[in-house]
């Protein structure tokens, strides 16, 4: 079981926006702000799309976005394209003891 | 560019020992953390544990402490991470990432991340 909760799973259609939450606890992602967010292609490594909540690595779309509620993240995606369908992974530091923590992994496919 | 190369995949029995090594390139070693994060078959990642390249100081999630051991070589700017007493559920690629900058301190994301490394435990 993950720390961190998101869906399993999320769909939409080219050119729609979903969003992917995260949820988390007062001790992880509602303490910092420092949630962050990664795209992994099948057999890939992670590329980070989203770091300290909202920012946007150069050379990432600003098709991609990112936002906080309390306990939960999200991950925007606008403008969807076939390249998006992969897995999104977030993470959170989370201090103490447990230091890093990431969520389960939601898988996005592009109908 | 920055670069993270790894180590190649192994294949291990339960109760033996792994060294994943992971090379850096294209920025000051020094000067970033390297942390390792796992990914079982089918499953999500997983933090593993991060070295302080600078000093060689290590913090590893609780639940790999007394089992997992990252060292690193300034001169090869190589980190390696070694995890004894392997069982099934050890199974998994390997991941080493770079901690990125922040202009607060410490980043707490990945910026850069190697290719990964498969390790499998089977008898």
């Known amino acids: 079981q993950s720390a961190l909760t998101q869906p399993a799973s999320v769909s939409g259609s080219p050119g729609q926006s979903i969003t992917i939450s995260c949820t988390g606890t007062s001790s992880d992602v509602g303490s910092y702000n420092l949630v962050s967010w990664y795209q992994q292609h099948p057999g890939k490594a992670p590329k980070l799309m989203i770091y300290?909540?909202?920012k946007r690595p150069s050379g990432v779309s600003n098709r991609f976005s990112g936002s906080k509620s309390g306990n939960t993240a999200s991950l925007t995606i606008s403008g969807l394209q076939a390249e998006d369908e992969a897995d999104y992974h977030c993470c959170s530091y989370a201090g103490g003891k447990t230091f890093m923590v990431f969520g389960g992994g939601t898988k996005l496919t592009v109908l | 560019q920055v670069l993270l190369v790894q180590s190649g995949a192994e294949v291990k029995k339960p109760g033996a020992s792994v060294k994943v090594s992971c090379k850096a390139s294209g920025y000051t070693f020094t000067s970033y953390h390297l942390h390792w994060v796992r990914q079982a078959p089918g499953q999500g990642l997983e933090w593993m544990g991060v070295i302080h390249t600078s000093d060689g100081s290590t913090y590893n999630a609780q639940k790999f402490q007394g089992r997992v051991t990252m060292t690193r070589d300034t001169s090869t700017r190589t980190v390696y991470m070694e995890v004894s007493s392997l069982r099934s559920e050890d199974t998994a690629v390997y991941y080493c990432a770079r901690e990125g900058p922040s202009e607060d301190g410490r980043g707490y994301y990945f910026d850069y991340w190697g290719q990964g490394t498969l390790i499998t435990v089977s008898s």
């Open positions: 300290e909540d909202t």
